[in-house]
C-alpha cells in the first residue's frame, strides 16, 4: 500500500510562485511515473507534469517555462515549483504513482488558487 500526502497549495498572486510537494509512503520499488494531475471547477483532471522511474521528466505544453517537476529518491518526494502563475492554473492538484501492477494510488489533493 502507497500513501501519497501532497502539502503546499494556496492563494497566490498572479505572477507569484508556489511550490507543491507530495510525500509518499511504503514501497515504491515498481512504479513507473509519479508527478500531479490539476482539476479546475467543471473541467476534466488533466496531467500537469510528471517523472518517469528513469527521471525523465515531462510537463504540460501550457506550463513549460513556468513549472518543474522534480523527484527525490532519498526522501520519497515529488515536487512541483510553479512559478509565473496565472489565474487559469486555479484548480486542485493531485499527486499520483502509478505502478508497473497497472495501480496508480493518489493524493488527497491541495487547492492552488491564483488571483488579485
Known amino acids: 500500500q502507497v500513501q501519497l500526502v501532497e502539502s503546499g497549495g494556496g492563494l497566490v498572486q498572479p505572477g507569484g510562485s508556489l511550490r507543491l510537494s507530495c510525500a509518499a509512503s511504503?514501497?515504491?520499488?515498481?512504479?513507473?511515473?509519479m508527478g500531479w494531475y490539476r482539476q479546475a471547477p467543471g473541467k476534466e483532471r488533466e496531467l500537469v507534469a510528471r517523472i518517469f522511474s528513469s527521471g525523465t521528466t515531462s510537463v504540460k505544453d501550457s506550463v513549460k517555462g513556468r513549472f518543474t517537476i522534480a523527484g527525490d529518491n532519498a526522501k520519497n518526494t515529488v515536487s512541483l515549483q510553479m512559478n509565473t502563475l496565472r489565474p487559469e492554473d486555479t484548480a486542485v492538484y493531485y499527486c499520483y504513482a502509478n505502478f508497473r501492477t497497472a495501480t496508480t494510488y493518489w493524493g488527497q489533493g491541495t487547492q492552488v488558487t491564483v488571483s488579485s
Open positions: 511504503g514501497s515504491l520499488f515498481s512504479f513507473t511515473t
